[in-house]
């Protein structure tokens, strides 16, 4: 029987690994086109950061504007983009609440999978995006995400 010590670590492990996985399959996908127009990428980022930023408690939870604009990146440019944006919104989220390390780890690799994982379904559901014939079945794949 697995001690809890042990359970955990090898939750860390695995997160570390999912981490770890994702940026290096960025790395591996990602096409230069998908940086294209940098106005874009930089406006896309920033408004991520600025929706974490401006985030607001509920009973709940937490709401916040991020996830609009990481949803964007995710159609509008390509995993590797949408992966950035997502990492950068869980390293500003991680700093303002000062997590431990183990929630530090959570929120990066959860905020890398899913933008990496919805901009890869964009991607193969609708192709390039940003060719005029494709815009109606990517609209469809925006809507959905």
């Known amino acids: 029987m697995l001690t809890h010590t042990l359970t955990r670590r090898l939750f860390w492990a695995a997160q570390a690994l999912v981490l770890a996985t994702t940026v290096l399959a960025a790395i591996w996908v990602s096409r230069p086109d998908e940086w294209q127009p940098p106005v874009l ?6 408004l991520a950061l600025l929706g974490q930023w401006l985030s607001v408690a509920t009973a709940s ?3 916040s504007a991020s996830l ?13 983009p949408a992966a950035l944006c997502g990492l950068s919104v869980a390293v ?3 700093a303002m609440a000062r997590l431990a390390p183990p929630q530090w780890l959570t929120n990066l690799s959860a905020f890398a999978v899913v933008p990496f994982v919805g901009a890869l379904f964009v991607r193969a559901l609708a192709g390039n995006v940003q060719h005029v014939a494709h815009q109606d079945l990517s609209q469809s794949a925006i809507f959905g995400l």
Do not use: H
Not at 41 to 46: D, H, I, K, W
């Open 41 to 46: 990428v930089v406006l896309l980022l920033a």
């Open 68 to 80: 609009a604009a990481i949803v964007l990146a995710m159609a509008l440019l390509g995993p590797a």
């Open 92 to 94: 500003l989220r991680s």
């Open 61 to 63: 939870g937490e709401l």
